[in-house]
């Protein structure tokens, strides 16, 4: 499968700083990323789209103002949150797709290793 | 809307017994069916797919055959290793919104 990595892998913070994570695609050129929110023991929780080149689309509820995502080469996508608190704290992941290329299925995503958030 | 049921978990099994988790699914038209695998304090892993009816995927032992007839795809182990110990994750995607709908999650621990 396709290779994703994230970065940090952990970050800690103080309450009202912004912190960037970035999501990148390391063997193959991603058109479409995707961001998840994972709270403890529960399932992923979609946050946005993005696709290369244009603006992110956000899922009902998700804050574009506090959680803004940029996507400006096919490798890499960056979710920032802004002006961070502790109800921020949580797993976020990042996944690709829509790719192309021999033995690439649209239709699957391959996911990074997440980033734990934790703000004081 | 589109939704995925899984079973609830834990689910607790002796090494070398037989796994079974159930999912099942609503939607609209033709969708994608998936396998997650998630490790603790890890990302998902593609466990595997199956892309119309009928279609079995297979990966490490793990298989989930695509039935439409009753909107399901159970994932089934014949023999857990402690190495198995993980979330696992039932999910469908349609090319319509180009999105993954989760389940809620299935938490497994193999004893020894």
């Known amino acids: 499968g396709a290779v994703v990595s994230q970065h940090p892998s952990r970050v800690i913070c103080k309450s009202g700083t912004s912190v960037k994570i970035e999501c990148r695609s390391l063997d193959f050129q991603a058109t479409t990323m995707f961001w998840y929110r994972q709270f403890p023991k529960q399932s992923l929780m979609l946050m946005a789209t993005s696709n290369e080149g244009s603006k992110a689309t956000y899922e009902q509820g998700v804050e574009k103002d506090k959680f803004l995502i940029n996507h400006a080469s096919l490798t890499l996508s960056t979710l920032t949150v802004t002006s961070a608190h502790p109800e921020d704290s949580s797993f976020y992941i990042c996944?690709?797709?829509?790719?192309w290329g021999a033995g690439r299925s649209t239709d699957t995503q391959y996911f990074g290793p997440g980033t734990r958030l934790t703000v004081l | 809307g589109d939704s995925v049921t899984q079973m609830e978990g834990p689910v607790t099994l002796s090494e070398e017994a037989f796994l079974t988790i159930n999912c099942t699914y609503t939607a609209t038209g033709y969708p994608s069916l998936f396998w997650y695998v998630q490790y603790p304090g890890e990302g998902l892993q593609l466990l595997l797919k199956a892309t119309k009816a009928d279609d079995k995927g297979s990966n490490k032992g793990f298989e989930a055959t695509y039935r439409k007839e009753t909107t399901s795809f159970h994932l089934e182990k014949g023999s857990v290793q402690v190495s198995d110990s993980a979330v696992y994750f039932c999910a469908l995607h349609k090319a319509a919104g180009n999105k993954l709908t989760f389940g809620g999650g299935t938490r497994v621990l193999v004893k020894p």
């Open positions: 996944s690709v797709g829509g790719m």
